[in-house]
C-alpha cells in the first residue's frame, strides 16, 4: 500500500534538517594530521580523469567491472565551510577494470554530482545550506529535503535498468548514467513516494528484490520499500517503530526484515535551533530489535542492552532463531563529534567498537548480545549476493595499533572467514576507505576471489587502489595501482561486473 499523506508530508518536511551537530575540543593539530587530510579540505571543482594507470604485481585475469565509490568531497566554497566528515557535496568515483590479466586496463574517472543544491550553490558562488553536522547561517527556506541533498553516503546499482542510484540518508536517490557519471535527476519510485527518504544502505536479495526504508526522525514510523528485480516498486508500508530516530542500517533474511534501533532519542522540531538539542542517549532504553515480516509486515519486538550502531554485516535464519552480525557502537554521539575534519581526533575520548553477535528467537521470544574480542572495527561488507542467508566471510577495517591516534580512520583491512582473521596493515601515513569482497565467480565458494578497495597515502598526496587474494590477505596485494591525484576520502561503493 502507498504511504499515507500526513507520512509523506511530514517526510517532505522533516528531513530538510541537520540531524547532529558536530562538538568537540580545540587542538592544535600536528602537521602529519594536517597532511592526512588535505583531501577534505582542498576545494573540488574540475572533473578527475586519470588515463591509462600502470599496475603494480599481477592483475587477476577474471577481475573486470567497475569499482564505484562516493563519499562527501567538497565542503568549501565562497568562504563559507562544512567541518565535518559526513557533510559535503558528494562526488562519484569510477574505478574501471577492463582488458585481461596480461594486459589489464586500468582507469579511474571521478565528478562531482550535479544535484539541485550543488547547483543552486555554484550559482550563488557560495555553500548555503545547513548539512547534518555543520550549521551555515542564513540557510534559505527549503522546499524538502531534496534541496539539501547531496548523494555522498552510498551506491545502489540495478543491473536491469542499468541504472546507479547515489543515496543519502533522507531523501532521495538520484540516478547517475554508470558511463558518464552525470545525474540524472532524483529518482521517484511512485507517485505517493516522490521525494520520501530513501536510506543509504538498501539490501538486495539473491533473487534481486531490492528492499529498503526511509524514517523521520521524531515520527516514530519506518517506510518500507519492497522493489522487483525488474526495478519497478512493487510494495510500500509504514511501520510504528518508537525510538526509530536515528537508523542508518538494516539486515534481510528470506523471511523478515530485521532493525536494531538504538536509544538514541529525538525531541523538538527538525531545522529549528541547535541541532544537538533535538537528540539525547537514552541510558534506561533498551536497544529494540524489531523482526518485521516480509508477508503481512507484522511485527515482532525484542530488548537488547542499549547501545549505538551504524552498520550490521548480515542476517540469517538458523534453527528456528535469526542471527545478526554488526559493529556495535557503545557512544555513537561520542563518535560522531570525533569525525571533524578541522581537528585532530582525541583518542582520549574515543570508545572502541566492538564487532557484535545477536540471536533472536521468534518461538520463545528472547534475545541474546554477544560481544567478541574484535574491537576498533567498521564497514563490515559481505558477499553482495548472500544478503539475508547464512555468511562466514566478513571484510572489514580496523586500526593497527600502530596508527597515528591523532588521525581519523583506519589503515588495515581485515577479513574474517568464521572466527579467523586475516590481515594487512598498510602502514604510516595511510588511512585505507572501505574494502568490497568480490566473488570469484557465481558458483566460487564463499571467500574464494578478491578483497579490493583504496587507501589515501598523505606523504605523496595519492590514493591507491589495492587488489587482496581473499583467502591471504595477510600476504598482502596481488596487484596495485596509484592515482595520479588523491581522492577524497569516501564512504561507501559497489563493484559491478563487467
Same mark, same amino acid.
Given at each position: 500500500?502507498?504511504?499515507?499523506?500526513?507520512?509523506?508530508?511530514?517526510?517532505?518536511?522533516?528531513?530538510?534538517?541537520?540531524?547532529?551537530?558536530?562538538?568537540?575540543?580545540?587542538?592544535?593539530?600536528?602537521?602529519?594530521?594536517?597532511?592526512?587530510?588535505?583531501?577534505?579540505?582542498?576545494?573540488?571543482?574540475?572533473?578527475?580523469?586519470?588515463?591509462?594507470?600502470?599496475?603494480?604485481?599481477?592483475?587477476?585475469?577474471?577481475?573486470?567491472?567497475?569499482?564505484?565509490?562516493?563519499?562527501?568531497?567538497?565542503?568549501?566554497?565562497?568562504?563559507?565551510?562544512?567541518?565535518?566528515?559526513?557533510?559535503?557535496?558528494?562526488?562519484?568515483?569510477?574505478?574501471?577494470?577492463?582488458?585481461?590479466?596480461?594486459?589489464?586496463?586500468?582507469?579511474?574517472?571521478?565528478? &562531482?554530482? =550535479? $544535484?539541485?543544491? #550543488?547547483? !543552486?550553490?555554484?550559482? @550563488? /558562488?557560495?555553500? *548555503?545550506?545547513?548539512?547534518? +553536522? %555543520?550549521?551555515?547561517?542564513?540557510?534559505?527556506?527549503?522546499?524538502?529535503?531534496?534541496?539539501?541533498?547531496?548523494?555522498?553516503?552510498?551506491?545502489?546499482? &540495478?543491473? =536491469? $535498468?542499468?541504472? #546507479?542510484? !547515489?543515496?543519502?540518508? @533522507? /531523501?532521495?536517490? *538520484?540516478?547517475?548514467?554508470? +558511463? %558518464?557519471?552525470?545525474?540524472?535527476?532524483?529518482?521517484?519510485?511512485?507517485?505517493?513516494?516522490?521525494?520520501?527518504?530513501?536510506?543509504?544502505?538498501?539490501?538486495?536479495?539473491?533473487?534481486?528484490?531490492?528492499?529498503?526504508?526511509?524514517?523521520?526522525?521524531?515520527?516514530?514510523?519506518?517506510?518500507?520499500?519492497?522493489?522487483?528485480?525488474?526495478?519497478?516498486?512493487?510494495?510500500?508500508?509504514?511501520?510504528?517503530?518508537?525510538?526509530?530516530?536515528?537508523?542508518?542500517?538494516?539486515?534481510?533474511?528470506?523471511?523478515?526484515?530485521?532493525?536494531?534501533?538504538?536509544?538514541?532519542?529525538?525531541?523538538?522540531?527538525?531545522?529549528?535551533?541547535?541541532?544537538?538539542?533535538?537528540?539525547?542517549?537514552?541510558?534506561?532504553?533498551?536497544?529494540?530489535?524489531?523482526?518485521?515480516?516480509?508477508?503481512?509486515?507484522?511485527?515482532?519486538?525484542?530488548?537488547?542492552?542499549?547501545?549505538?550502531?551504524?552498520?550490521?554485516?548480515?542476517?540469517?535464519?538458523?534453527?528456528?532463531?535469526?542471527?545478526?552480525?554488526?559493529?556495535?557502537?557503545?557512544?555513537?554521539?561520542?563518535?560522531?563529534?570525533?569525525?571533524?575534519?578541522?581537528?585532530?581526533?582525541?583518542?582520549?575520548?574515543?570508545?572502541?567498537?566492538?564487532?557484535?553477535?545477536?540471536?533472536?528467537?521468534?518461538?520463545?521470544?528472547?534475545?541474546?548480545?554477544?560481544?567478541?574480542?574484535?574491537?576498533?572495527?567498521?564497514?563490515?561488507?559481505?558477499?553482495?549476493?548472500?544478503?539475508?542467508?547464512?555468511?562466514?566471510?566478513?571484510?572489514?577495517?580496523?586500526?593497527?595499533?600502530?596508527?597515528?591516534?591523532?588521525?581519523?580512520?583506519?589503515?588495515?583491512?581485515?577479513?574474517?572467514?568464521?572466527?579467523?582473521?586475516?590481515?594487512?596493515?598498510?602502514?604510516?601515513?595511510?588511512?585505507?576507505?572501505?574494502?568490497?569482497?568480490?566473488?570469484?565467480?557465481?558458483?566460487?565458494?564463499?571467500?574464494?576471489?578478491?578483497?579490493?578497495?583504496?587507501?589515501?597515502?598523505?606523504?605523496?598526496?595519492?590514493?591507491?587502489?589495492?587488489?587482496?587474494?581473499?583467502?591471504?590477505?595477510?600476504?598482502?596485494?596481488?596487484?596495485?595501482?596509484?592515482?595520479?591525484?588523491?581522492?577524497?576520502?569516501?564512504?561507501?561503493?559497489?563493484?559491478?561486473?563487467?
Amino acid at each position: 500500500m502507498s504511504p499515507p499523506r500526513l507520512h509523506r508530508r511530514t517526510v517532505l518536511s522533516a528531513l530538510s534538517a541537520s540531524l547532529l551537530p558536530a562538538l568537540g575540543r580545540a587542538a592544535d593539530a600536528p602537521q602529519a594530521w594536517q597532511s592526512s587530510y588535505a583531501p577534505y579540505n582542498g576545494p573540488l571543482k574540475a572533473a578527475l580523469a586519470s588515463g591509462p594507470l600502470p599496475v603494480q604485481g599481477r592483475w587477476p585475469a577474471a577481475l573486470r567491472g567497475t569499482l564505484y565509490r562516493v563519499g562527501p568531497a567538497r565542503r568549501e566554497l565562497g568562504g563559507a565551510r562544512m567541518n565535518h566528515w559526513f557533510d559535503g557535496d558528494g562526488m562519484l568515483q569510477a574505478l574501471r577494470f577492463a582488458g585481461d590479466g596480461t594486459a589489464p586496463r586500468i582507469s579511474h574517472q571521478g565528478l &562531482l554530482l =550535479a $544535484t539541485p543544491k #550543488l547547483q !543552486a550553490e555554484e550559482a @550563488a /558562488g557560495r555553500l *548555503l545550506y545547513t548539512g547534518f +553536522a %555543520t550549521t551555515l547561517a542564513g540557510s534559505p527556506p527549503l522546499a524538502g529535503p531534496d534541496t539539501v541533498n547531496p548523494a555522498n553516503i552510498n551506491l545502489l546499482p &540495478l543491473p =536491469a $535498468t542499468g541504472e #546507479l542510484l !547515489a543515496l543519502w540518508e @533522507a /531523501g532521495s536517490a *538520484l540516478s547517475v548514467d554508470p +558511463a %558518464t557519471l552525470q545525474a540524472r535527476g532524483f529518482k521517484a519510485w511512485s507517485a505517493a513516494t516522490q521525494g520520501a527518504p530513501f536510506s543509504a544502505h538498501p539490501r538486495t536479495a539473491p533473487d534481486g528484490t531490492v528492499w529498503n526504508f526511509g524514517y523521520v526522525p521524531g515520527s516514530g514510523k519506518l517506510l518500507v520499500y519492497e522493489i522487483a528485480a525488474s526495478g519497478q516498486l512493487r510494495r510500500t508500508h509504514v511501520l510504528d517503530a518508537p525510538q526509530a530516530d536515528m537508523v542508518h542500517d538494516f539486515a534481510i533474511t528470506p523471511r523478515h526484515l530485521v532493525f536494531l534501533l538504538m536509544p538514541l532519542k529525538f525531541s523538538g522540531q527538525p531545522g529549528v535551533g541547535d541541532p544537538l538539542s533535538h537528540y539525547r542517549w537514552d541510558a534506561n532504553a533498551p536497544l529494540a530489535a524489531l523482526l518485521v515480516d516480509k508477508a503481512d509486515f507484522s511485527v515482532q519486538r525484542f530488548e537488547l542492552p542499549g547501545t549505538g550502531l551504524f552498520h550490521i554485516a548480515n542476517a540469517w535464519e538458523d534453527g528456528g532463531t535469526v542471527q545478526v552480525r554488526f559493529v556495535a557502537q557503545p557512544a555513537i554521539l561520542q563518535a560522531l563529534r570525533q569525525l571533524r575534519v578541522d581537528r585532530p581526533r582525541d583518542p582520549a575520548s574515543t570508545t572502541p567498537t566492538q564487532w557484535t553477535h545477536i540471536t533472536l528467537n521468534p518461538a520463545t521470544g528472547q534475545a541474546r548480545m554477544e560481544t567478541t574480542g574484535l574491537h576498533g572495527v567498521e564497514f563490515p561488507r559481505i558477499h553482495p549476493a548472500r544478503h539475508g542467508l547464512p555468511t562466514q566471510f566478513t571484510t572489514l577495517l580496523a586500526r593497527s595499533a600502530g596508527m597515528d591516534a591523532r588521525v581519523h580512520g583506519f589503515d588495515t583491512v581485515l577479513t574474517l572467514q568464521g572466527d579467523k582473521p586475516q590481515s594487512h596493515t598498510y602502514g604510516p601515513g595511510w588511512i585505507a576507505e572501505e574494502h568490497v569482497y568480490v566473488p570469484a565467480g557465481p558458483g566460487a565458494p564463499e571467500g574464494r576471489g578478491w578483497v579490493i578497495g583504496t587507501a589515501y597515502h598523505w606523504p605523496t598526496e595519492r590514493t591507491t587502489l589495492s587488489v587482496f587474494d581473499a583467502q591471504a590477505v595477510n600476504a598482502g596485494p596481488v596487484a596495485r595501482v596509484t592515482l595520479p591525484y588523491g581522492l577524497p576520502l569516501g564512504l561507501h561503493g559497489q563493484f559491478v561486473p563487467a
